[in-house]
C-alpha cells in the first residue's frame, strides 16, 4: 500500500480468495484507508486476478499489462524481482500514470468465455489424443494402450459436442449475446467459431472503436527500424489472444475466396507486391473491421458499408 505522497509503502501478503481479499481490506481500514479511498492496481494473470477484483465492489481497480509494468520498473531503475517490489512498482505505476479504471464483464459474458475456453481445451487435447494414434500405427503398442486413446478420443468428441450444444444454448438464452451474434454470422467468412469468439472478446472487454479491436486482437502492422534493419518488413503485433487470431486467420482464407470484398482487398494487395503473409494480416484486419461495424451501427453486413470501410 501506497500512501497519497508515496512517502508511506506498506506491504501485506494474503491468500486470493474471497476471505483473503476481506483481510486485505480489512489490513487496509486499520491503517486509515477505507475501500472508497483505494485504488488497486492489478496485473491480469489469466483469470486468477479476477477473484481480486470482483471482491472489491467499492474499490477502484485498474489492470495493468505486465509487459507495461516491467517496463515501468526499468525507468525506475529497478532491477530486482520479488513480490514486495513488484507490488510497490503497480503501486508506483498507478500514482504515477492513473491508469482506466476497470469494470467487471456481466456474469453471462464470462460464462461464454469460460465456455469458449473449456472448448478451445478440449479440441487441443482431442488433437494431443489424435496424434498419439496416429503414431501407435508407426510403432507396436499394446492393445491396452491403443483401447484408452480410443477411449479417449470418443470421450473428447462427446464432451465437444456437449460443450458446443451449452454456447448454443447459453447465446440463445441471453437476447444481447444472440443479436449481436447473428450480427456476426451476417458477414460472409465469419462463421460459429470466428463470430463466438469476436462475440465473446466484445462482451468481456470495454472496446470503444475497430482500431483498438483490431490492436487488442494483434492483427495491426508494427515495424522496427533501427541501425541495420531500415529496411525491415511491416509484420503484425500479435498481441492478444492467439486462439483468436487463428481463428481470424482461417476466416479470412475463407473470406479472400468466399466474401467479395476480402477477396478484392487480397487481390489489390498482391498485385501491388505484397506478400501473401501481409495480404492475409489485412485480410484479418479488415475482418475486425466489418465485424466492430456491424456491431457499432446494429445492422446485418452490407457490401457497400464493407466497400467504404
Not at 440463445?172 to 460472409?188: A, G, R, V, Y
Request: with cysteine.
Amino acid at each position: 500500500m501506497l500512501t497519497a505522497e508515496a512517502d508511506k509503502c506498506k506491504t501485506k501478503v494474503v491468500v486470493n480468495t474471497a476471505a483473503g481479499v476481506q483481510a486485505l481490506l480489512a489490513w487496509c481500514a486499520k491503517h486509515g484507508a477505507q475501500p472508497a479511498q483505494l485504488h488497486a492496481i492489478l496485473e491480469p494473470t489469466g483469470l486468477y486476478h479476477e477473484q481480486a477484483a470482483t471482491a472489491l465492489p467499492q474499490v477502484r481497480v485498474s489492470l495493468v499489462n505486465p509487459a507495461q509494468a516491467r517496463d515501468f520498473a526499468k525507468a525506475l531503475a529497478l532491477r530486482s524481482k520479488n513480490d514486495a517490489l513488484d507490488s510497490y512498482v503497480l503501486a508506483r505505476y498507478g500514482q504515477t500514470l492513473s491508469p482506466a479504471l476497470w469494470h467487471p464483464a456481466p456474469l453471462h459474458a464470462r460464462q461464454l468465455r469460460a465456455l469458449l475456453t473449456r472448448r478451445e481445451a478440449l479440441s487441443k487435447d482431442l488433437l494431443r489424443e489424435l496424434n498419439r494414434k496416429e503414431k501407435s500405427q508407426f510403432s507396436p503398442s499394446a492393445p491396452l494402450v491403443d483401447g484408452s486413446i480410443d477411449k479417449a478420443i470418443a470421450f473428447l468428441r462427446e464432451q465437444i459436442k456437449q460443450i458446443e450444444r451449452a454456447i448454443d444454448q447459453h447465446i440463445d438464452n441471453h437476447p444481447d449475446l444472440k443479436q449481436d451474434c447473428e450480427l456476426l454470422n451476417s458477414i460472409p467468412a465469419i462463421g460459429p467459431q470466428a463470430g463466438n469468439a469476436i462475440l465473446a472478446v466484445m462482451h468481456n472487454r470495454h472496446i470503444d472503436s475497430a482500431q483498438s479491436l483490431a490492436a487488442y486482437l494483434g492483427v495491426v502492422p508494427v515495424q522496427r527500424q533501427s541501425g541495420s534493419s531500415l529496411n525491415s518488413c511491416a509484420h503484425l503485433s500479435k498481441a492478444g489472444p492467439s486462439q483468436v487470431r487463428a481463428t481470424l486467420y482461417m476466416a479470412a482464407l475463407v473470406g479472400t475466396r468466399h466474401n467479395p470484398h476480402i477477396r478484392a482487398l487480397y487481390q489489390r494487395l498482391l498485385k501491388a507486391g505484397k506478400s501473401k503473409k501481409a495480404a492475409l494480416g489485412a485480410a484479418m484486419r479488415k475482418l475486425v473491421h466489418l465485424c466492430f461495424g456491424v456491431l457499432k451501427n446494429r445492422i446485418p453486413y452490407q457490401p457497400n458499408y464493407a466497400m467504404n470501410g
